[in-house]
Nanobody, 123 residues
Framework: QVLLVESGGGLVQAGGSMRLSCTAS????????MTWYRQAPGKQRELVAT???????DYADSVKGRFTISKDSETSTAYLQMNSLKPEDTALYFC?????????????????WGQGTQVTVSS
């Protein structure tokens, strides 16, 4: 079983910064990619940023230049540094990862989700 635990959410004023963390734990042999999604009330879940094993990154247009995703492979942790936050960044932020696990001796990639951490940006 693979567990993703997010932390770092909270309340911040517009223009402020916040850093989210997502740590993967459990029995897995590889994890790739690690991705942050967010979902605001009444809206669909959207991809915010993703980082691969090789540290290739991609961002939603709405956060380019303001958010930075990074990772620590030794601790299987992904970070999302969020700067110049706007009220429209308010959402529940979820961590997603694909983990390679062994089940009954067979290796397979498994989709894993965290519980989410709330980010609220006040105007």
């Amino acid at each position: 079983q693979v567990l993703l635990v997010e932390s770092g959410g909270g309340l911040v004023q517009a223009g402020g910064s916040m850093r989210l963390s997502c740590t993967a734990s459990g029995d897995f042999f590889d994890i790739n990619p690690m991705t942050w999604y967010r979902q605001a009330p009444g809206k669909q879940r959207e991809l915010v940023a993703t980082i691969t094993r090789e540290e290739s990154t991609d961002y939603a247009d709405s956060v380019k230049g303001r958010f930075t995703i990074s990772k620590d492979s030794e601790t299987s942790t992904a970070y999302l540094q969020m700067n110049s936050l706007k009220p429209e960044d308010t959402a529940l932020y979820f961590c997603y990862a694909r983990a390679f696990v062994l089940t009954a001796g067979v290796g397979r990639w498994r989709d894993c989700w965290g519980q989410g951490t709330q980010v609220t940006v006040s105007s």
